[in-house]
């Protein structure tokens, strides 16, 4: 069994910011890409950022600038600083991992339960 755990949202204003954790815990051979989604009411869920690697990182264009993705492998922890927070950063964030576990000679994809975000103006 693997589970992704999210956890410091929360309410912040604008300009503000927050740092956003997401532990992996479980059966846990290797972890591939880690990556951070978010979802806003009434809308799709989107890509805000992804890590392969302690160094090969991409951002979705909204959020590249203001938004730090990093990740501590002996933790399979990964991480997200949103600096400069808009109103429209709002959002359930939603984190995600391509995980081997060790019954299994391929990787599969898990999702956390969600943190919510709100950004007020």
């Known amino acids: 069994q693997v589970q992704l755990v999210e956890s410091g949202g929360g309410l912040v204003q604008a300009g503000g910011s927050l740092r956003l954790s997401c532990a992996a815990s479980g059966s846990i051979f290797r972890i591939n890409v880690m990556a951070w989604y978010r979802q806003a009411p009434g809308k799709q869920r989107e890509l805000v950022a992804t890590i392969i690697s302690d160094v090969t990182t991409n951002y979705a264009g909204s959020v590249k600038g203001r938004f730090t993705i990093s990740r501590d492998n002996a933790k399979n922890t990964v991480y997200l600083q949103m600096n400069s927070l808009k109103p429209e950063d709002t959002a359930v964030y939603y984190c995600?991992?391509?995980?081997?576990?060790?019954?299994?000679?391929?990787?599969?994809?898990?999702w956390g339960q969600g943190t919510q975000v709100t950004v007020s103006s």
């Open positions: 995600n991992a391509e995980i081997r576990r060790y019954s299994s000679d391929s990787y599969n994809n898990y």
